[in-house]
C-alpha cells in the first residue's frame, strides 16, 4: 500500500494570497508600467511564455527585435531580477500567474 508518512495532496485551488504574492515581487515592474506608460509586464510574460525566445516575443508584440531586448534589459531594473537567469525566472513565472490569480488562488474568469 502507501507510505504512511507521506503526507496527502495539498486541495486545489489553495486559500493562499496569491495575487499579493505575485504583486510583491512585481510591484516595482507594475509601478514603472504605470508610471511610464510601458508594457514591460506583457513583454515579460510573452517572453517567459515563448521560453524565453526574443525573437518569438518581438513577433507576438509586434516589435523590432531589439526593441523587445531593450524592454527585456528594462525589467531588471526596477525589479533586480534578470529574466535571462534562471534564478530570477524562478520568481518571475510564478509571480506573474499568481498576479493573474483570482482570489484565495482561482483563476481568472473569461
Do not use: F, K
Not at 493562499?16 to 515581487?25: C, I, K, M, R, T
Not at 504605470?34 to 524565453?52: P, W
Amino acid at each position: 500500500m502507501g507510505n504512511p508518512d507521506l503526507p496527502l495532496p495539498l486541495p486545489l485551488p489553495l486559500p493562499l494570497p496569491l495575487p499579493e504574492l505575485g504583486h510583491a515581487v512585481l510591484a516595482p515592474l507594475l509601478r514603472h508600467d504605470e508610471e511610464q506608460g510601458a508594457e514591460l509586464v506583457t513583454t515579460l510574460r510573452s517572453y517567459l511564455a515563448h521560453d524565453c525566445a526574443s525573437a518569438a516575443t518581438a513577433r507576438e508584440l509586434r516589435l523590432h527585435r531589439n526593441s523587445s531586448r531593450y524592454r527585456l534589459r528594462l525589467i531588471e531594473r526596477p525589479t533586480g531580477r534578470d529574466p535571462d537567469r534562471l534564478a530570477d525566472r524562478t520568481e518571475l513565472w510564478p509571480a506573474l500567474l499568481a498576479l493573474e490569480a483570482g482570489p484565495a488562488g482561482t483563476p481568472p474568469g473569461p
